[in-house]
C-alpha cells in the first residue's frame, strides 16, 4: 500500500509539473492572444451598438448602426470590391502558385530558381514601395499613358481606368495578384517536398502521366494545405488596407475602397467610433461565414479524394 500511494503521488507531482510547463509555456502567448485579438473583437463588438464620438458617454442604439451600414450603397460597393480581390486571390494566386511550385519542383522547366526568385520578390518589398511604382505605371502620367499616346498618336490620350467605376479595381487585382502569388508558391513547394520522391518514381515506373500524378497523388496529398491557404487568402482580402490606400487611397470617388478604408475613414476622419466598430464586426463575420462556407467544400472535397 505504501508503494502504491508513493506511485499515485508521483504521478500526481508529475501531472502538476506538466501542468506549470504549459502554463508557463502557453500563457505568455494566450495572455497576448487575450489582449491584441479578443479584447478588441468583443470591445467592437459592444461599441458597434453605440454611438459614440470618442468624447462623453457612449449612447447605445441598438441595430441603428447595422441598418445604416448595410443602406449605404458606398458601403455595399466596398463590399462587392472586397469580393472581388477574394476571388482573385482564391482563383488567381492559389491555382497560379500551386501550378508555379509544381512546375518548379518537377523540374518541368529549365532555371526554376530563377522563376522561384523572381516570383517571390514582390513580397519582400513594402507595400507602400509597390503602390508608388505600380502608380507610375497606372497613373494618368505613368507609363501606359506614355505608351498609348505613342500607339494611338495622341498626345493628348490618358489612360484614366481609375476614373471608370466598373474597371477601377481592374488594376490593383493586377498588382494584389503579381504581389502574393509568390507566398503560396513558396507554400506549396515546401509541402511538395514533404511527398516522397519514390512515389513520383513508382508512378512514373507505372506509366502515370504527369497530369495522373498531378491529380491522383498530387492534389490529395496537398489537400490540407490548399485549405489553409484559402483561409489565409480569404482573410488577407477582406483586411486589405495598406497597398491600396497607399495606391489610391479609395478614391476616386470611392471606386477603388474598400470596407477596411471604409471603417478607417468612418472611424478615425469622421470621428464615429461606434460606427466603425460596427464595420469591424461586420467584416469578422464575413471572415468567419466565408470560412465555414470554404471548411463545407474542404470536407466534400475530402471525402472525394478519401
Known amino acids: 500500500m505504501p508503494l502504491l500511494s508513493e506511485g499515485i503521488e508521483t504521478r ?16 505568455p502567448s494566450v495572455f497576448l492572444y487575450g489582449v491584441f485579438i479578443i479584447f478588441p473583437v468583443i ?10 464620438d470618442g468624447v462623453g ?28 480581390i477574394v476571388a482573385i486571390s482564391v482563383f488567381g494566386q492559389l491555382p497560379i502558385g500551386f501550378v508555379v511550385a509544381y512546375i518548379i519542383y518537377r523540374k518541368l522547366v529549365v532555371g526554376g530558381k530563377v522563376f ?7 513580397i519582400t518589398i513594402s507595400a507602400v514601395v509597390i503602390a508608388i511604382l505600380w502608380n507610375q505605371i497606372f497613373g494618368p502620367s505613368g507609363l501606359l499613358t506614355a505608351l498609348m499616346r505613342l500607339l494611338v498618336n495622341d498626345p493628348r490620350y490618358v489612360f484614366a481606368v481609375f476614373e471608370n467605376r466598373v474597371f477601377a479595381m ?14 503560396y508558391m513558396i507554400i506549396f513547394i515546401a509541402n511538395l517536398q514533404s511527398i516522397s520522391p519514390s512515389v513520383f518514381e513508382a508512378a512514373v515506373i507505372d506509366g502515370a502521366s504527369e497530369g495522373q500524378i498531378l491529380w491522383r497523388i498530387v492534389i490529395p496529398a496537398m489537400t490540407n494545405i490548399l485549405f489553409t491557404t484559402s483561409i489565409f487568402a480569404i482573410s488577407g482580402s477582406l483586411k486589405s488596407f495598406d497597398l491600396i490606400f497607399a495606391m489610391t487611397g479609395g478614391g476616386p470617388a470611392h471606386y477603388t475602397e474598400v470596407v477596411a478604408i471604409y471603417m478607417y475613414l468612418q472611424t478615425f ?5 461606434g460606427y466603425g466598430s460596427a464595420v469591424s464586426v461586420v467584416i469578422v463575420a464575413l471572415s468567419l461565414g466565408l470560412i465555414t462556407l470554404l471548411r463545407v467544400s474542404y470536407k466534400r472535397i475530402e471525402k472525394r479524394f478519401g
Request: hydrophobic share 50%.
Open 12 to 27: 500526481q507531482k508529475q501531472r502538476r509539473k506538466k501542468r506549470n510547463s504549459y502554463a508557463l509555456l502557453v500563457g
Open 116 to 122: 522561384e526568385t523572381v516570383l517571390f520578390l514582390p
Open 43 to 52: 470591445f467592437s463588438g459592444v461599441f458597434g451598438f453605440t454611438e459614440w
Open 170 to 183: 481592374v488594376p490593383i487585382l493586377f498588382v494584389i495578384l503579381w504581389m502574393y502569388t509568390g507566398v
Open 269 to 273: 476622419r469622421f470621428y464615429n467610433f
Open 57 to 84: 458617454i457612449p449612447q447605445f442604439i441598438g441595430f441603428d448602426n447595422y441598418v445604416s451600414i448595410f443602406s449605404d450603397p458606398v458601403f455595399l460597393f466596398d463590399l462587392r470590391n472586397n469580393f472581388l
